[in-house]
């Protein structure tokens, strides 16, 4: 644990990261004071900066496995650290400039490690692109970015990171919690109550797909008018499809053990595609279709807690975009049964802008010289230092 007198004073930092669902950049602008048990996060300004349509188009391509060249790996590259340049600068419109950037960048390749025989593993690899050193150069911000690499690096996940920020914001004195993220991909960090020992029992893994098949879905049925169903309504007025739910939970996926992450890779176009072939014989229409795909997060995200969990929580906080869907809330909390399901927003930290809020602070720990991952939810043997720091 770390004392706070380094950092006795406020902190203005600005954290960045557009997620696997490719809806645009998240920006927030925080005051950050203390370092870990006593850290305190103000959110001055929060706002989504959707991506220019074409360049939303290509990354989607790219995620997707449409091989493109090193030029246009590069031309990428810069187009996203400009949109996230943009984002930086607009974000702090109005405010006392920013002293610190951190930046997740997007997401276009994830592999996890794979065991190669005793004590060994074959590294993952991790894909961001929206180099840092771009972001500073354009906003003369020192920029921290890069996050992942660390991390697998030792041989770790590289995700999920943001299970340790949860830990210091999001826990409680008395009371065992899950915070699951609904965001391209769910995923959850279990922290028990704050006694003794607390910290080593956290645990955070991928649970799998949460709105990323569904936004496909929805892209497909209504040929590309529409990105998302709108508070689930779409899928409100189906009715799932439970075998296929059945067929569905025997990807090998949501049996692995934890720690364990994923991402379009294995949960992107390919597998919706063949989501809809095992649908056919059953001729769903496209409100159950979605209602199935809704039952299939549901699922593996009750799935996951009741085989890995060393205990039920005692309260589920849900944030990232999926919490606004009521659908998907209201189904997650019928499959919960007892245990109450309710937004981070309840718990004082923005759902919106909670990944946002946490590349600030891992930036701002990257300064202190402050660990960022939580080896029980990476799988990495050890903390280490996370990000790459660019001087502004
Ligand atoms: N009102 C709403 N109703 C239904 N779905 C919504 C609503 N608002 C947002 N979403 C869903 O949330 C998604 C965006 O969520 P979010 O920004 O958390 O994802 P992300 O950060 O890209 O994902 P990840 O956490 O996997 O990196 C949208 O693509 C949409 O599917
Ligand atoms: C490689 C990658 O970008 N992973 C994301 C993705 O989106 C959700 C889930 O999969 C999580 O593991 C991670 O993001 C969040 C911000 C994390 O690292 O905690």
């Given at each position: 644990m770390y004392s706070s007198q380094a950092s006795a004073l406020p902190h203005r930092v600005i954290g960045l990261i557009s997620g696997t669902s490719v809806d645009g950049i998240d920006a927030a602008l925080v005051e950050i004071t203390g370092t870990e048990l006593d850290l305190k996060v103000e959110l001055l300004a929060g706002k989504t900066y959707p991506y220019p349509a074409d360049l939303r188009e290509r990354i989607l391509a790219v995620c997707a496995g449409e091989a493109i060249s090193m030029l246009e790996l590069a031309d990428m590259d810069d187009a996203i650290a400009l949109a996230f340049a943009q984002a930086a600068q607009n974000i702090?419109?109005?405010?006392?400039?920013?002293n610190l950037i951190g930046s997740h960048g997007q997401t276009v390749y994830h592999r996890p490690p794979k065991e190669a025989g005793v004590g060994k593993t074959t590294l993952g690899y991790t894909l961001q692109l929206g180099r840092g050193e771009m972001i500073a150069y354009l906003t003369g911000i020192t920029t921290v970015s890069n996050f992942r690499v660390a991390d697998i690096a030792v041989g770790g996940h590289g995700a999920p990171l943001v299970p340790r920020v949860d830990a210091f914001l999001l826990s409680h004195p008395h009371e065992s919690r899950c915070i699951q993220n609904l965001g391209g991909i769910g995923n959850l960090a279990y922290i028990p109550a704050r006694t003794d020992d607390w910290l080593s029992q956290i645990r955070g893994w991928d649970t799998g797909p949460s709105n990323s098949l569904l936004d496909l879905a929805v892209e497909r049925l209504t040929s590309g008018t529409k990105t998302y169903d709108e508070d689930g309504q779409w899928a409100a007025s189906g009715t799932p499809c439970y075998p296929l739910v059945k067929k569905w939970l025997t990807h090998e996926y949501f049996h692995l053990s934890p720690p364990k992450s994923t991402g379009r890779e294995l949960f992107g176009v390919a597998y919706l595609n063949q989501c809809f072939q095992d649908a056919e014989p059953y001729q769903l229409s496209p409100a159950d279709m979605l209602a199935t795909l809704t039952e299939l997060t549901v699922a593996s995200i009750v799935h996951s807690y009741r085989t890995f969990l060393p205990q039920m929580p005692q309260r589920v906080f849900l944030c990232g975009g999926g919490s606004r869907n009521l659908y998907l809330k209201q189904r997650l909390q019928l499959a919960l049964e007892t245990v109450p399901v309710l937004t981070t927003d309840e718990a004082g930290v923005s759902a919106d802008f909670k990944e946002a809020i946490a590349f600030a602070v891992l930036a701002y720990w990257r300064q202190l010289g402050i660990p960022g991952n939580l080896p029980t939810a990476t799988g990495a043997p050890h903390e280490v230092l996370l990000g790459e720091v660019h001087q502004g």
């Open positions: 702090q419109i109005g405010y006392q400039p920013a």
